[in-house]
């Protein structure tokens, strides 16, 4: 599934392993090993003992943030080696300081309901308020946001190395504001009715979340009206509101 779901299984793994090596498995089979896993000597398709990435209850297989009562946690293993931080150190000796923003959700029907819209008019006011954004990108994207820089990421480590050293990210829910979480980077998340950061969220960030009579949603494969509607209404000034009563810039 996602890189979000990667890096929360290493947490899974450190708790269950007992000082074996883990072989990934999904509903049993042996899966890929993940890019995030490349420097974890002890995740290994030869590994001693399967953990699985999903959970076996009622008979089904569900993410464990599908269950009640389950909370985050990110992992404490070190992930990341210094050439990873190849790309952070650019983007450091161009901009001393700089915040993430992470307006990129991966292209499925699901993430529609969380994608958020007022990225531009974020950007001009961070950048009045002397931010330097920053954003990720895999490839040459035909969207651009003015006043943010673009920075192409090889792979994922380059990418949680830049949010390690950023002073600030602003994202939706997912692998971003896990990694922050992961790298104890100041980050505001958005989430607004289709997740909800009672599930998948950390008290430590800045949590936006529209809280009405559906929410969490968590309406996938298809669009969802009213979480699209809450998105929008969550407006730049509201990010920034938080910004600001945190001291955060
Ligand atoms: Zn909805």
Not at 34 to 59: F, M, P, R
Not at 182 to 196: A, F, L
Not at 212 to 234: F, G, L, Q, R
Request: charged share 25%; aromatic share 8%; net charge positive.
């Amino acid at each position: 599934m996602g890189w979000g779901d990667d890096l929360l299984y290493i947490h899974k793994c450190e708790q269950q392993r007992q000082g074996k090596t883990v072989r990934p498995t999904r509903k049993t089979r042996p899966r890929q090993l993940s890019a995030l896993w490349k420097n974890i000597s002890w995740i290994d398709t030869q590994g001693e003992l399967d953990i699985d990435e999903l959970e076996h209850t009622n008979n089904k297989w569900a993410r464990a943030y599908h269950l009640n009562n389950y909370t985050p946690t990110p992992p404490q293993t070190q992930i990341l080696k210094q050439s990873d931080y190849n790309l952070a150190q650019h983007i450091q000796s161009k901009h001393k300081e700089y915040t993430l923003i992470c307006p990129d959700v991966k292209e499925t029907h699901h993430d529609v309901n969380k994608t958020w819209y007022h990225w531009q008019d974020l950007c001009n006011i961070l950048s009045q308020r002397g931010h330097n954004i920053v954003r990720l990108t895999h490839r040459e994207h035909s969207k651009r946001y003015k006043n943010a820089t673009d920075y192409v990421t090889a792979n994922i480590r380059q990418s949680l190395a830049v949010v390690d050293r950023a002073n600030l990210v602003i994202t939706t829910d997912g692998f971003w504001h896990h990694a922050s979480a992961y790298t104890k980077t100041d980050c505001v998340t958005i989430y607004g009715s289709c997740t909800s950061d009672k599930d998948l969220g950390y008290s430590e960030q800045a949590n936006i979340t529209t809280r009405d009579e559906h929410s969490p949603c968590y309406t996938i494969h298809k669009k969802c009206n009213k979480c699209v509607e809450n998105m929008w209404n969550i407006r730049a000034k509201q990010v920034i509101d938080e910004i600001v009563n945190r001291g955060w810039g």
